[in-house]
C-alpha cells in the first residue's frame, strides 16, 4: 500500500493517531521500530539538527525535500512533511508540493505565516492576508487534484497574531478548498480547541509542545475533545540534547558515559539484516 493511501486508511479509524516528530531517518526509524503508525518530519528539529539554527526561514526547500526524501527512504510508515509558506507564490506553492510528493511523503503542510517563517510558539509571527492564505491552499490543492500523490494539512497561525475567531475562519475556508487535515497552530484553552473540531468536518491536529501557549493534554483527552492527530514535534529532538549533553558532562570528568550496548546499536541500525543481504549474494556470486 502506498504511503498516501496508509494515511487515508488511519485516518479513517476511530482512535486517535499519536505521531512523534522525527528530524533524520535514524529518528523516523526509531519512532517506526517502537509501533508508532505516522510520523512527521519537523521543520523547526530538522533547521536544529541539520544547520545548527533556529527555526526562522533559514533552511531552504532544496534542503528540506532532500532531507525528507532521505527520512521517507528510511522507514515504510506515512510520513508527513513541513512545507514551510511553500516557499513563494502560488506556483512555487505547487512545485513544493509536487517535490514532495516526488520525495516519497505522505502529506504537506502549508502554513500562513509571512516569509520568512518561524517556529508557532515563538516571538515575532507574522501571517499574511486571507487572500494570499486562501491562495497558498488552493495551490496546494489543485496540485494534489492535478496529479501530486499527496495529502494536504493547511495551518493557521492566526490565533496568536490576530485572535480564535480569524483563526477558526481561516481553519473553515482552508477545509472548504479541500484540505485533507487542519491544524490551527496555538489555541490557548481546551474551549478553543473544542470549537475548533466541532466546527470543522476534516481530521483536526493537536501539537502538543511543553511550555507552549496550548494546553498539554492526554491523548484519551485530544480524542475526546475531537481531534484526530497528536503530534510531539520536540519530544526527540530535546531528548536527544539531553542525552548528547549528559554524556558530554561525563566525557569532561573522564567518566565513560552509559549507553546502549554497540552490538544493539548495530542492530537498531540495521547492520544484521545488511549482513544477511551481503551472505545472500556472495554465495550467489560463488556458485557462479
Known sequence: MKSTDQLRHLLQQPAILVMPCCYDGLSALLIEQAGFPITFMSGFAVSASLLGKPDTGLISYGEMVEHGRAICAAVSLPVLGDGDTGYGNGVNVKRTVQGYAQAGFACIMIEDQVSPKRCGHTKGKQVVDRHEASMRIQAAVDARDEGADILIMARTDARTTHDFDEALWRCKEFARIGADIIFMEAPESITEMTELCLAIQQPCMANMIQNGKTPLLSQQQLHEIGFKIVAYPLTLLSSAIQAMNTSLT??????????????????????????REEARYRYALSDL
Open 250 to 275: 561525563s566525557l569532561k570528568q573522564d567518566i565513560y558515559p552509559r549507553h546502549q550496548s554497540f552490538s544493539t546499536l548495530q542492530e537498531t541500525i540495521g547492520f544484521p539484516e545488511y549482513y
